[in-house]
């Protein structure tokens, strides 16, 4: 049973005086597998935090089902298995971060025995043990967002879903959550975050799914992603400059030579013919790299499309 299956997502939200409808969600469908890091893509206004939104039953959807381990969201059942972290956490600025993992803990039900231990490894893990007992409001920006990951942990739920969860951090507390995020993956959760930074997505993201205007253009998983932004493959090799100039090389191409070795460049339905003629020429191939489109060449098309 998936962690997370959306089925049939429609939002509409009225605006204005004249209440004019506008379609946050359209018919989204989509499942997050067990034990994998999921990156929810799209520029700002697609539908990523509304989406969010209804998984964590803070709105209700106009159409449509989501389910947390086959239980329908709307039922509170569904969340005790759930960590959320808002988009803009706003926390008791009186309260310590141990004070706010300690009342995450007590709504979960979670004994206090058990809370001071995930409480303190938690704390360690994002490099909040120093400022522990300080109030929330003497931290940054950076920390509140940590102190919130960690409070969405402390019950040990078995899916976390995360609305921008870099936002406002520091290179180095980027990395204690990702490092995080590998972490609780290797324990078999299931992490479902959204994000503007991509190469965070390239880093630890198993499967990725794009939104644009409410619609979802892309789900799949990333070696996919980069299977399919391989635009043209480079073919080192070296051989008889008069034998190399003789051939002709499928879709025109020409090898060019570059410190003592032919560089061809071909697009990738004609790899396979390129080879085979390095092959029967006794030529000797020496590497094969794919040039690819970068995670943001290809959100920035895809975001583009009508």
């Known amino acids: 049973m998936e962690p997370i299956r959306i089925e049939g997502l429609s939002k509409i939200y009225r605006k204005g005086l004249r209440q ?9 469908s989509l ?4 034990g994998v890091i999921f990156g929810f893509l799209g520029p700002n206004g697609a539908g990523k935090s509304t989406t969010i939104k209804i998984l964590s039953d803070l709105i209700r959807p106009t159409s449509g089902r989501a389910a947390i381990f086959g239980k329908d969201v709307r039922r509170p059942e569904a969340r005790g298995p759930m960590g959320y972290l808002p988009e803009n956490p706003n926390y008791y600025g009186f309260l310590s971060s141990y004070e706010l993992l300690a009342f995450h803990a007590a709504i979960h039900g979670v004994s206090e025995s058990l809370m001071r231990e995930r409480g303190e490894y938690l704390l360690k893990m994002l490099e909040l043990t120093d400022a522990a007992h300080r109030p929330l409001r003497t931290y940054s920006k950076g920390m509140v967002q940590r102190a919130g990951i960690a409070a969405a942990l402390v019950h040990d739920p078995r899916v976390l879903i995360l609305d921008e969860p870099m936002s406002g951090l520091d290179p180095i507390g980027r990395k204690l959550v990702m490092d995080l995020m590998v972490h609780l993956r290797a324990q078999g959760k299931t992490i479902f975050f959204s994000t503007h930074i991509l190469a965070d997505v390239e880093t630890v993201c198993d499967q990725i799914g794009m939104i644009v205007g409410g619609n979802l253009v892309h789900q799949g998983g990333m070696e996919t992603v980069r299977s399919s932004a391989v635009q043209r493959y480079k073919v080192a090799f070296s051989g008889t400059d008069s034998e190399i100039q003789g051939v ?42 794919p040039r690819r489109q970068s995670l943001e ?10």
């Open 20 to 28: 004019q409808k506008v379609l946050a969600l359209n018919d989204l």
């Open 31 to 34: 499942t997050v597998e067990e």
């Open 248 to 289: 002709s090389w499928p879709g025109a191409a020409v090898p060019r030579k570059q410190a003592g070795l032919y560089l061809l460049e071909v697009e990738p339905e004609h790899l396979d013919a390129s080879i085979k003629l390095i092959v029967e020429n006794k030529f000797q191939l020496n590497t094969i790299e």
């Open 297 to 306: 060449d290809i959100f920035v098309t895809m975001a583009r499309k009508p």
